[in-house]
């Protein structure tokens, strides 16, 4: 290796560490002042600290509910749609970051489900999305909306978080009544449903991940293939033909 290329790489390690740096910086300095830094923190922060806290994938119209609820920050739906091709482009740029905001996977097609975010620092196995996925996240989110609820006072909006909270528990196949939050009752109901879909779920995805992981490459390990997996019929068991 030449003197100039082990100076190139020593600036991208520290380009790369400096990055990880500043987000650790914003973030903390969010939680120390909420109420001053709120709209200054980027919204790819915000978005990345909330998938590192519930630890699962969420959809983009829980996040802008509880973006509001928690921060008092309200996100325009057409936000999103930007966010994700801002995040895209500057993955292919090759700027350094420390992790970007990606999305999840369709597990037969490997096409992006772009209503659902995720991190890429997740194991892809995390960021695929099998047949059952999508109850499992739901029920994933609310589990960790309702547990949120528990400290609602803590949030800006501690009103909003609680209705929020409920209207997961609705969806969930709950008994809500106006007004009353049980959210012990609610948290062990939705662990019950969860129990009975979570390991089917983790196969499913494990199969899919492994599949995914040769017929995908780079960009597409985070952001899909364009426009799904589509190959003659019989050349890989994963793959779906033209015709399907």
């Not at 830094?37 to 919204?43: E, F, I, N």
Request: aromatic share 6%; hydrophobic share 40%.
């Amino acid at each position: 290796m030449s003197d100039l290329e082990r100076l190139r790489n020593e600036e991208a390690e520290l380009e790369l560490k400096l990055a990880k740096l500043r987000e650790q910086r914003i973030v903390e300095e969010q939680k120390a002042r909420p109420e001053v830094l709120k709209s200054r923190v980027p919204l790819r922060i915000i978005v990345l600290s909330q998938l590192l806290d519930a630890g699962t994938a969420l959809n983009s119209l829980l996040l802008s509910r509880l973006i509001q609820a928690r921060l008092s920050k309200k996100v325009p739906s057409t936000r999103f749609g930007t966010l994700s091709t801002d995040e895209e482009k500057s993955y292919l740029s090759r700027r350094p970051r420390p992790v970007y905001l990606c999305h999840c996977l369709s597990y037969d097609t490997g096409e992006p489900i772009k209503r659902y975010w995720a991190r890429s620092d997740w194991p892809l196995v995390d960021r695929v999305s099998g047949p059952i996925s999508g109850r499992v996240h739901f029920l994933k989110s609310a589990y960790w909306t309702i547990s949120l609820a528990k400290h609602a006072d803590e949030a800006a909006e501690p009103d909003l978080l609680r209705f929020v909270a409920a209207d997961q528990a609705r969806d969930a196949g709950l008994s809500v009544t106006r007004g009353e939050f049980p959210i012990g009752e609610w948290l062990s109901s939705i662990a019950d449903k969860l129990s009975k879909f979570e390991q089917e779920d983790l196969l499913q995805r494990q199969a899919a991940a492994e599949t995914l992981e040769t017929a995908l490459e780079g960009p597409q390990l985070l952001y899909g293939a364009r426009p799904g997996l589509v190959s003659l019929p019989g050349s890989s068991d994963g793959w779906r033909s033209a015709a399907s």
